[in-house]
């Protein structure tokens, strides 16, 4: 179960959940957290919250959420010895404690702990930062941190940001596109590395605002049953909850249902090769340059959920709702939404 949390959330005592979760000395570390950090208030917050799952978590067996988020394909996930699984995030938050809280729930309710190999994806400036805090809190967690300035630069020219489309001004920020480009980020290193170009066959991307409560084994042994991505369904909100019809009408695209309900992207998993040989990326980014190009605003309220939907266009394969517990962290939510977790047991 991911839990996606988006501040303001509860009041807690933020400091005391960092310091029982075994992280808060990520915040005494000899660099300049000062200037790293944000200031204290919803971030601490929202923090707080997220550790205080993990050690509720951390204390008995592991979850036994989204055991139907799919069809097995290559055996049980409680049976160790198996294939790496290969997670990834992406941010250029200087406060990596939200990350860290989602790696290491992602970490403590695997079965096979073992098999984990998470690739973090960030900005140059903050890649060397990131790989030594890694490696001094969260020793023992096969960590990989990326940074590709020509990556970043090709993903920032597609990206066009405007005030009346109502999308929030931090959502134009590079890495809230990078999980379309993940396989290139890890080929890339892996090129620079070894003079090989070569990518895992299966990843699994999950935001860092996110609590992991289930076995991500479970996702990797998934049957995507032919289609490049697997993500779980939001029927709460409908694709005519962000894209502009008649603008998109005009541009003489008909082959998408405006009523279709829209998946949530902040856990994906992704067959990469099939998500290649569709072109996915190259798609995301024609998307990109006709929001750029257009005279009115193609989609409202979000920057990277958009353009993904419209270039997935209902290609992927449905995950339990088990997988993704969303907006958990809110001050308020509407009914629908509130009837929605109840009847999944969150009361």
């Known amino acids: 179960l991911s839990t996606h949390l988006a501040p303001p959330v509860f009041d807690v005592d933020a400091s005391l959940l960092l310091a029982e979760a075994g992280i808060v000395h990520m915040a005494k570390s000899r660099f300049n957290w000062a200037q790293l950090i944000k200031p204290a208030g919803y971030t601490l917050a929202a923090v707080g919250v997220l550790c205080a799952v993990v050690l509720l978590l951390g204390e008995g067996e592991s979850s036994t959420a989204s055991r139907e988020s799919g069809r097995r394909v290559r055996g049980s996930s409680f049976w160790g010895g198996g294939e790496r699984i290969h997670v990834a995030l992406c941010s250029d938050d200087p406060d990596l404690r939200p990350a860290a809280v989602a790696i290491k729930s992602a970490h403590m309710n695997a079965a096979d702990p073992s098999r984990l190999n998470f690739h973090f994806i960030t900005s140059p400036e903050l890649a060397p930062i990131f790989r030594e805090l890694f490696g001094v809190y969260l020793q023992g967690i096969t960590i990989e941190v990326h940074?590709?300035?020509?990556?970043?630069?090709?993903?920032?020219?597609?990206?066009?940001?405007?005030?009346?489309?109502?999308?929030?001004?931090?959502?134009?920020?590079?890495?809230?596109?990078?999980?379309?480009?993940?396989?290139?980020?890890?080929?890339?290193?892996?090129?620079?590395?070894?003079?090989?170009?070569?990518?895992?066959?299966?990843?699994?991307?999950?935001?860092?605002?996110?609590?992991?409560?289930?076995?991500?084994?479970?996702?990797?042994?998934?049957?995507?049953?032919?289609?490049?991505?697997?993500?779980?369904?939001?029927?709460?909100?409908?694709?005519?909850?962000?894209?502009?019809?008649?603008?998109?009408?005009?541009?003489?695209?008909?082959?998408?249902?405006?009523?279709?309900?829209?998946?949530?992207?902040?856990?994906?998993?992704?067959?990469?090769?099939?998500?290649?040989?569709?072109?996915?990326?190259?798609?995301?980014?024609?998307?990109?340059?006709?929001?750029?190009?257009?005279?009115?605003?193609?989609?409202?309220?979000?920057?990277?959920?958009?353009?993904?939907?419209?270039?997935?266009?209902?290609?992927?394969?449905?995950?339990?709702?088990?997988?993704?517990?969303?907006?958990?962290?809110?001050?308020?939510?509407?009914?629908?939404?509130?009837?929605?977790?109840?009847?999944?047991?969150?009361?």
């Open 147 to 347: 940074a590709d300035q020509n990556l970043q630069d090709r993903i920032s020219s597609h990206i066009s940001f405007r005030k009346s489309s109502k999308a929030r001004k931090v959502l134009a920020s590079p890495f809230n596109f990078a999980p379309f480009y993940i396989h290139e980020y890890i080929a890339n290193s892996i090129k620079e590395a070894t003079g090989k170009r070569r990518v895992p066959a299966r990843l699994i991307y999950i935001d860092t605002d996110t609590v992991i409560m289930g076995d991500l084994a479970e996702l990797q042994e998934t049957d995507l049953e032919g289609h490049p991505c697997a993500a779980v369904k939001y029927c709460l909100q409908t694709m005519d909850r962000y894209i502009n019809t008649d603008a998109i009408r005009e541009l003489g695209v008909e082959e998408y249902d405006p009523k279709a309900c829209i998946a949530n992207r902040g856990l994906l998993v992704i067959d990469v090769q099939r998500w290649v040989q569709l072109q996915l990326t190259e798609k995301i980014e024609m998307w990109m340059d006709r929001y750029t190009n257009s005279r009115e605003d193609l989609w409202y309220g979000g920057m990277s959920q958009p353009p993904w939907l419209l270039a997935m266009n209902g290609d992927y394969l449905e995950l339990s709702d088990d997988w993704n517990c969303n907006s958990l962290g809110r001050d308020s939510m509407g009914a629908d939404e509130a009837h929605a977790l109840r009847r999944n047991g969150f009361d």
